[in-house]
Each structure stands twice: as C-alpha cells, then as structure tokens.
C-alpha cells in the first residue's frame, strides 16, 4: 500500500505546480507499489487532496477503496482486495483514478485512464501520451475504448504504453 496521508503530497509542490509528481503520487495511500503493480491489474487512486468526497469507496465491489467516516480522508487501496474491475473509475469526478495493468511479456503495459475530450480515440489509433504537466512523453496505441450513460459519461481508455511509463502517463491526445 502507499504511504501514509501524512506524507505531505498535497502541500508544497503540487499546489505550486499544480500537478503531483510521480514521488507525491507513489507516496499517496491510493497508490499500489509498484511490486504490486507488477502482478496484476490494479487501480491507482491519485487523489491527494482533502476534500470531501467518497464515492470510490461506494462503488467498489471488494471494498479495496476506504475513505473512512471522515469523506475528506484521502482514499487508501488495498491491493489484496482490488481485482481491477474499474468500477471506481467512471464515479470519479476528479478523473483522479487509472487502472494499470503490467503482466504483458512484450514490454507493454496497458492504463485504462478516463479522457472527456473530443474526438474520441479509436481502437488501433495510435496517439501523443502526455504526463502529468502536460508533457509529451510518447506515443502509445487504443486497444479499446468505452464509454456510454453506464460509465456517466467518461470515456475510458485502454492504451498499450511501454512499460517504464506505466506511472508516468496520464492523458492521451488524438492527433488526427
């Protein structure tokens, strides 16, 4: 499991850059290790802010994701409780979530990650994968997109990435 809420993710840096860093990411109790990460799919709560809001933990079906009685806590993952089913994902309203998947032998990894822009990328479509300030950091390729009122309204996209940028990408753009 991630670190403690106390680690400070949400002071300094973040609110100064206006995005969290990979080392505030992993550092936040959503975030599996990345041991963890290795084995299975799994979801990354990247939600660093103390605010309230709790419907992850509603809508997980293992109970992998608890905020607790206080709904400004930060949410914590229990990876031995998460399948990575990614009924968290879609109630999100931080788009805060991602699913990561590492157990590919071709040195891929594939995100689910939610995207709300125009137009939406299609299966096969190569696309620019940008970091979390927005940076381009490669291009990766749609195995599939999903989207519909079942998902409120958020696409989600599965995009093959190569594996060393599993935790760094964090947004797609069609070029097209």
Do not use: N
């Not at 605010?51 to 293992?62: E, L, R, V």
């Amino acid at each position: 499991m991630g670190g403690p809420a106390s680690t400070g993710a949400t002071a300094g840096g973040c609110e100064q850059r206006g995005f969290f860093s990979l080392e505030e990411v992993l550092a936040l109790p959503g975030c599996p290790d990345l041991d963890e990460l290795r084995g299975r799919r799994l979801a990354v709560v990247e939600c660093g802010h103390e605010i309230p809001c709790d419907p992850c933990q509603t809508a997980c079906p293992t109970g992998a994701i608890a905020v607790g009685d206080d709904i400004t806590a930060l949410p914590r993952l229990d990876a031995s409780l998460c399948d990575g089913c990614g009924t968290c994902q879609p109630v999100c309203p931080g788009l805060a979530i991602f699913l990561v998947d590492m157990t590919r032998d071709d040195g891929l990894a594939e995100i689910w990650m939610p995207h709300e822009f125009l137009p939406l990328p299609e299966k096969g479509e190569r696309v620019r994968l940008r970091d979390r300030a927005g940076e381009v950091v490669g291009e990766g390729k749609v195995r599939r997109v999903r989207h519909g009122a079942r998902l409120d309204r958020t696409a989600i996209v599965h995009v093959l990435v190569p594996e060393r940028l599993a935790m760094v990408v964090r947004a797609l753009e069609v070029t097209r």
